[in-house]
């Protein structure tokens, strides 16, 4: 008699538990799944990265671009040290390159960030890029 009140009960205790279990099993399978899917995206990412880094390495062997920002970069270091006198010229260097630096802290942002975006590409340096870009928001 306790077997035909009591079975039923049980029955749907084990339904109800079961479909708990069922319910936090799929929970951590979907958590499992979303981790792993993470994972391949931050491989894709690091592997993105990697190759962009390799290929501007190569094309930096075939270009000009870095000797000619190094010359370029190193014009207002040299002339902060020059006073010369040129076809009955006098040409101040420290002045000039103040002033040139004067003139470009008033250049629009997105100059400035295009500036250091190409130097950072012509050397490879990705990351400054990227901060670059994100002065530009």
Known sequence: MWNMI?????????????GFLDSAKAKRELKAARAQTELKIEYA????DINWDT????NAQKSWSDEWFTIL??????LSFV????WGM????PSIVMDGFTAL???PDWYLAAFGIAVSAAFGMRAYGKKMIGKMK
């Open 6 to 18: 009591l079975g039923p009960v049980v029955d749907l205790v084990k339904t109800v538990a079961g």
């Open 45 to 48: 990412r690091a592997t993105a």
């Open 55 to 58: 290929q501007a390495m190569l």
């Open 73 to 78: 970069l190193s014009i207002p270091a040299i």
């Open 83 to 86: 006073k010369f006198t040129l």
């Open 90 to 93: 006098s040409f101040d260097g």
């Open 105 to 107: 802290a008033m250049a």
